[in-house]
Nanobody, 125 residues
Framework: QVQLVESGGGSVQAGGSLRLSCAAS????????MGWFRQGPGKEREGIAA???????RYADSVKGRFTISKDDAVNTLYLQMNTLKPDDTAIYYC???????????????????WGQGTQVTVSS
């Protein structure tokens, strides 16, 4: 059973930074593609970043150049460094895991099986 627990959300002013963490059950990051998703008010959940077991990363255009996904296999933790935050980044952020080690080019909700409970990020102008 894969368990995922996000933390690090909060409130920040536009232009600020936050780092989200996702604690995963043992060996999850070594065996599976991992992704970050978000769901803003009144919006559908969208994939924003993914990282495979080989360390290759993918990003949605909306966050490319501002967000960085990374992982530390030794402590079973996935990260999302978010810089230059905008009010449009306000959302609940989720980490998720695929059944497979490889990530798809496009980060799609339907490709991920295991989900955390989410952490709220609020960006004020």
């Amino acid at each position: 059973q894969v368990q995922l627990v996000e933390s690090g959300g909060g409130s920040v002013q536009a232009g600020g930074s936050l780092r989200l963490s996702c604690a995963a059950s043992s060996y999850t990051l070594r065996n599976r593609c991992m992704g970050w998703f978000r769901q803003g008010p009144g919006k559908e959940r969208e994939g924003i970043a993914a990282i495979g077991t080989d360390g290759r990363t993918r990003y949605a255009d909306s966050v490319k150049g501002r967000f960085t996904i990374s992982k530390d296999d030794a402590v079973n933790t996935l990260y999302l460094q978010m810089n230059t935050l905008k009010p449009d980044d306000t959302a609940i952020y989720y980490c998720a895991a695929r059944e497979y080690w490889q990530c798809t080019v496009v980060v799609r909700v339907t490709d991920y099986v295991y989900w955390g409970q989410g952490t709220q990020v609020t960006v004020s102008s």
